[in-house]
């Protein structure tokens, strides 16, 4: 791909020149790069945050679901 082009393996079945939106997917392993960084911020075990978590809840130690969405724009 250059300048803006693509190679596609199957023609597009249209009869004019037109725009079309390109949807591009990465394979795993481009991903697996991609998020590498990402998963080395990570510092906490799912189990450590899991265990954080159940104490939390036990303890009492929550936020009333509502207080969770303010300042959240669903729209």
């Known amino acids: 791909m250059s300048k803006g ?3 596609l393996d199957v023609p597009l079945s249209i009869d004019q020149n ?3 939106k390109v949807i591009v997917l990465l394979c ?9 960084q ?6 906490e075990s799912p ?6 978590g159940w104490f939390d809840a036990m303890t009492g130690n ?4 509502y207080q969770l969405w ?6």
């Open 28 to 36: 795993e392993e481009a991903q697996k790069d991609n998020n590498q």
């Open 18 to 20: 037109t725009r079309v």
């Open 70 to 75: 303010n300042g959240i724009d669903a729209g």
């Open 47 to 52: 189990v450590e945050s899991f265990r954080q």
């Open 5 to 7: 082009n693509s190679l």
């Open 62 to 65: 929550t936020l009333p679901i």
């Open 38 to 43: 990402e998963d080395e911020e990570i510092t």
